[in-house]
C-alpha cells in the first residue's frame, strides 16, 4: 500500500503509462545491490532512490580520493577519505529518506556473493574489474538473480541485461576473456564524466523497467555507445556455446 505522500511524490512516473500505482508498489518491495559506488553506481543508485526502490544494498570497498569528483556523482569534496558505500548512503538518505539502505563497506567475493544474492531481486554491476564481474556472473547463475550491467572507458560505454533464467547469455558469453584492459582502467585509459553518468542513468533506467514492468527492457542485446560520434549501436546476443560459466547452448 502507498501512502498519499508517496502517491504525491512518485506522481510523474505513476503518471506513466504500463507503470501506474502496480508498478510503483513493485518498486517499493523490491530489494536492490549497487555493486561498485563509483562513476557507475552514483548516478544508477541516486535514480533507484530518486524512484523510491524500496531497499538499495551498497557494497564498495574503496575511499573517495579527489581525482574520483570529476564523475563519481554520489561523493562530495567533504567526502574524501570516507567508504564510497558509506559515503553514498549518505547522498541517497539525504535525497530519499523513505529508502532503506544497508552499507556493504568492502569488496564482495564470490562466497560473500552468493551469501548475499538469495535475498536480491535485481543487481546492477557498477564494478571496475573483470574477477568482480565474473564472481558475479556465476553467483547470479547460481541463484537466478538478474543483472544490469555496464561498463565505460574514455568516450565508450556498454550497458547489458542479463537474465539467462529467462533464456539470454550471461555476462561470460558476451565476455568470455578478460580483455586487454583488465582494470577496465578508467585511471589509465581516462574517461570523461558524462560517459559513466549516462551509462548509469541507462543502468537505473533498465532496473525501473525490469522492476516496475513499465517497459520492455534491453533483454539479448548488448547496447554500445561512443559517445565521441553518438553512435549508438544495439547488437542482439544469444548463448555462447560452450560458455565456461553457464554452458551456453
Ligand atoms: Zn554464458
Known sequence: MLSDAELARYARQILLPGFDIAGQERLKGARVLVLGLGGLGSPAALYLAGAG????????????ETSNLQ?????TEADCGRNKAESAAAAIIARNAGVAVEVLPQHLDEAALGRLLPGLDLVLDCSDNYPVRYALNRASLRHA????SAAAVRTEA??????????????????PQAGADTALSCSESGVLGPVVGIAGSLQALEAIKLLSGC?????????????ATLD??????????????????
Do not use: K, S, W
Open 53 to 64: 526502490v524500496g531497499t538499495l544494498v551498497l557494497a564498495d570497498g574503496d575511499v573517495v
Open 71 to 75: 564523475r563519481q556523482l554520489c561523493h
Open 145 to 148: 538473480v538478474p543483472v544490469v
Open 158 to 175: 556498454q550497458v547489458a541485461v542479463l537474465d539467462p533464467v529467462r533464456g539470454g547469455p550471461c555476462y561470460r558469453c558476451m565476455y
Open 215 to 227: 517497459a520492455e527492457p534491453l533483454r539479448d542485446n548488448l547496447l554500445i555507445m561512443d559517445l
Open 232 to 249: 549508438f549501436q544495439r547488437l542482439r546476443v544469444g548463448r555462447r556455446e560452450g560458455c565456461a560459466d553457464c554452458g551456453g547452448g
